[in-house]
Every structure is written in C-alpha cells, then in structure tokens.
C-alpha cells in the first residue's frame, strides 16, 4: 500500500498568514492527490484535486501544487472559517489512502 | 443539490452484524462509483470499500475484506454495506462518498455524506 505522509501534524496560525502543509507518497502517484478539509463533527470537503486542481466553489486563497511524491496545499491568507483539519488523499491505486491528517489552530 | 444519506448505524456485541444504507438523489446515480469511508473517534479517514457504477469491479481495504461486502441498487439509488464479524476496531463514523467524477474508478471523492456512527462494544 502506498503511505501518505502529512507534515506538520498540528500548525498553528493567524488570520491572514499564508501556510504550507505538506504531504508525501511513498512511492509516485503522479498527480492523483487530493486535498480535502474537515471540521469538528462534519463530513470532509474536497479543496483540491489532481493536486492542483481547484474544486468548484472553494477560494481561491487555496492552491495545491507538486506531482510524483511531493506535494503541498498552501492558504495564501488564512480566514476565521479555515481552521479545521486537513487530509491529503491519493487515489492512484488501490488502496486508496489518507495522510494522518493536520489540524489547523488560531495563533 | 447532491445528496447523500447513510442509515444504518447503531451499537452492536462484537462478532454481531450491520447493514448500512445510503440513501442518494441530485445526480444520476449510476454513473457514478460509491465509496465508504470510515474515521474511528479521533482519528484520521480509512479508505473501506468502493464499488464501480456497475457493480463490475469491486474493492476492499485489507482490514475488512472477508468480512464486509459493499453493494448497490442502481434503480433505487441506493449504495449498501453489509458487516458480519465486527470487531471493536471497526468502531467509526461510516462516510457514504461519490466519485468526484463520471465512470472509471478511483477518483477524488466528493461529496460525503454526513456519516452513521458505527458502534461495537459489549
């Protein structure tokens, strides 16, 4: 199976600063990552998919980029609805799998 | 809008069995591949089974093969998940999820649903 690799675990932030958070295949995957965000108590959203690809409806303030092994979701100015818990998914092959998550907390 | 539904949920004695549901409207279901996804109190997404639009291919993670089976009515819109031998690990919030895209397999998921506790204890 192919392990995904999240980094930082938890980050902590403030309204308005630009963050990274990134994630790492075991083995290439080319560009079949995705990034979603969950809440507390809710379902996870899609952000990103085929790593760079935005989602319809999400800002723009989100962006993703990296292809093979590496890969980040960048906030370019991070907003009170953002902090929340982000997963980096790939779906190359199955198994699919999910990084270990990272949480996202106010400064 | 799309929706998803899942029911089925509850508390059951390990070794027992449950039958989750899923209940979607707002797209034509199939053409789409379903997934289930699982998160245990705390934790992070487990990837637990998919199933192709037409029921053609079929995948399971390791951890539950052999004891769940995933399955669909494309007449009644509707995506199944039937689980014998629970164990205490299989406690989770289950996630009924669409492909983000038509036909093949395998694709980002989107949307979710909002999830059917999943309780096995004594």
């Known amino acids: 199976d192919i392990q995904m690799t999240q980094s930082p675990s938890t980050l902590s932030a403030s309204v308005g600063d630009r963050v990274t958070i990134t994630c790492r295949a075991s083995q290439s995957i080319s560009s079949w990552l995705a990034w979603y965000q969950q809440k507390p108590g809710k379902a996870p959203k899609l952000l990103i998919f085929e790593a760079s690809s935005l989602q319809s409806g999400v800002p723009s303030r989100f962006s993703g980029s990296g292809s093979g092994t590496e890969f980040t979701l960048t906030i370019s100015s991070l907003q009170p609805d953002d902090f929340a818990t982000y997963y980096c998914h790939q779906y190359n092959s199955y198994p699919g799998t999910f990084g270990q998550g990272t949480k996202l907390e106010i400064k | 809008e799309v929706h998803l539904v899942e029911s089925g949920g509850g508390l059951v004695k390990p070794g027992g069995s449950l039958r989750l549901s899923c209940a979607a409207s707002g797209f034509t279901f199939s053409s789409y591949s379903m997934n289930w996804v699982r998160q245990a109190p705390g934790k992070g997404l487990e990837w637990v089974s998919s199933i192709s639009a037409s029921s053609s291919y079929i995948y399971y993670a390791d951890s539950v093969k052999g004891r769940f089976t995933i399955s669909r009515d494309n007449a009644k819109n509707s995506l199944f998940l039937q689980m014998n031998s629970l164990r205490a690990e299989d406690t989770a919030v289950y996630y009924c999820?669409?492909?983000?895209?038509?036909?093949?397999?395998?694709?980002?998921?989107?949307?979710w649903g909002q999830g059917t506790l999943v309780t096995v204890s004594s």
């Open positions: 999820a669409r492909d983000s895209r038509e036909g093949g397999t395998g694709w980002s998921i989107d949307p």
